[in-house]
């Protein structure tokens, strides 16, 4: 059983930057797909991005694209979104997930979920 925690939230003036991290235990972190997913306020959660389990292969969300880079460090067990030029409608909780196959882009083929971190981007 995998167990994700994300931190590195917080409250960010539009245009600053913010790291998100997402440590797991439990589990042998190279063997998942990781996603970082997001909920805005009365929305419904959505893809950001997401990385293969060798970090070769990233994929983004249109609304990342060019802003956000994912990473990872599988000797740390830790998934990572940094997140630079932060609009208001970035203003979401952000969620890691992992699967144990490629990574995608629909919250349900993920196994596991973290708790989730804020941020909120002000103008």
């Known amino acids: 059983q995998v167990q994700l925690a994300e931190s590195g939230g917080g409250l960010v003036q539009a245009g600053g930057s913010l790291r998100l991290s997402c440590a797991t235990s439990?589990?042998?972190?190279?063997?998942?797909?990781m996603g970082w997913f997001r909920q805005p306020p009365g929305k419904e959660r959505e893809f950001v991005a997401g990385?293969?389990?060798?970090?070769?292969?990233?994929s983004y969300a249109d609304s990342a694209k060019g802003r956000f880079t994912i990473s990872r460090d599988n000797a740390k067990g830790t998934v990572y979104l940094q997140m630079n030029s932060l609009k208001p409608e970035d203003t979401a909780v952000y969620y890691c997930?992992?699967?144990?196959?490629?990574?995608?882009?629909?919250?349900?083929?993920?196994?596991?979920w973290g708790s989730g971190t804020r941020v909120t981007a002000s103008s």
């Open positions: 997930a992992a699967r144990p196959s490629i990574p995608g882009a629909v919250p349900r083929e993920y196994n596991y």
């Open positions: 439990g589990g042998t972190f190279s063997t998942y797909a």
């Open positions: 990385i293969s389990r060798d970090g070769m292969y990233t």
